[in-house]
């Protein structure tokens, strides 16, 4: 079975511009969440979908927005892009909305440069 | 707010050498709690889970027990191997995401 797949893999963008990443879950998964990981520290929780409903958002500016697709797939785009926003961004998918007890399975994740 | 405070590292060790890494939390409710591994270039992979207190999780050789009363989830193994070589996250559950601490790099030397 395949796992959580995000693309691209790296993505090279300009100060300002906006970039749109992409994330399909794990089959029969219908909750995807975004991460961003800078270098050298833990994962932050950016937004949770399920069922095609935002379900939690973390503290993010409205520069980043979601949306999930009725195949369950996930787009995380950033607008105005700035040099802070460079980060691996991770994909997580689970079989339900609620975060206890469930494992999350998390992609390769796309690491994003802002030049 | 809910939080995970992890041992800084990074932590070198020689293969077989005994490993802990320390992990405390800040909850509301009763959290899940996970540790996760990170491999050079790879996203995260799940390690080992606890769902409630004095729970062990365990995989792999590594293992991690749920203390309410210390508020702790450390991570330990008996003998690590060059191939134990990633950054180690230890992780809760709020109610729709997990939060994560900073990590801990831990390199095993031959």
């Known amino acids: ?115 | 707010g809910d939080s995970v405070t992890q041992m800084e590292g990074p932590v070198t060790l020689s293969e077989e050498a005994f490993l802990t890494i320390n992990c405390t939390y800040t909850a509301t409710g009763y959290p899940s709690l996970f540790w996760y591994v990170q491999y050079p270039g790879e996203g995260l992979q799940l390690l080992l889970k606890a769902t409630k207190a004095d729970d062990k999780g365990s995989n792999k050789g590594f293992e991690a027990t749920y203390r309410k009363e210390t508020t702790s989830f450390h991570l330990e193994k008996g003998s690590v191997q060059v191939s134990d070589s990633a950054v180690y996250f230890c992780a809760l559950t709020g109610a729709n995401n997990l939060f994560f601490g900073t990590g801990t790099r831990l390199t095993v030397i031959p």
């Open chain 1, 1 to 115: 079975d395949a796992g959580v797949t995000q693309s691209p893999t790296h993505l090279i963008k300009t100060r300002g511009q906006q970039v749109t990443l992409r994330c399909s879950p794990i089959s029969g998964h219908k909750s995807v969440s975004w991460y961003q990981q800078v270098l050298g520290q833990g994962p932050q929780f950016i937004f949770q979908y399920y069922e095609k409903e935002e379900r939690g958002r973390g503290n993010f500016p409205d520069r980043f927005s979601a949306r999930q697709f009725p195949n369950y797939s996930s787009e995380l785009n950033v607008n105005a892009l700035l040099l802070g926003d460079s980060a691996l961004y991770l994909c997580a998918s689970s079989p339900t909305g609620t975060a206890k007890n469930t494992e999350a399975f998390f992609g390769q994740g796309t690491r994003l440069t802002v030049v």
